[in-house]
């Protein structure tokens, strides 16, 4: 595996994914953690730096992170 993360080499902007999440409302309480965990797990897969960020609904996920961000909302 490689990439811009196990290269210690991940400076641009195009190295980096961004996830906005939205906590489901019945979310267990080791949610964020688990979040955390995904997002550890995806840099590595990906050889990206993923970072994210938990918006409190829809509506301010959409108007958070660029045009590039993933947002991800509970069903």
Known sequence: MSGAVLEGTATHPADVLELIVVQPAAAPADWEQG????VTQLS??????????CAHDAEEAQAMGGS?????FPL
Do not use: K, S, W, Y
């Open 35 to 38: 979040v955390t965990t995904l």
């Open 44 to 53: 590595r897969d990906l050889g990206n730096v993923v970072v994210h960020r």
């Open 68 to 72: 590039g961000a993933v947002r991800v």
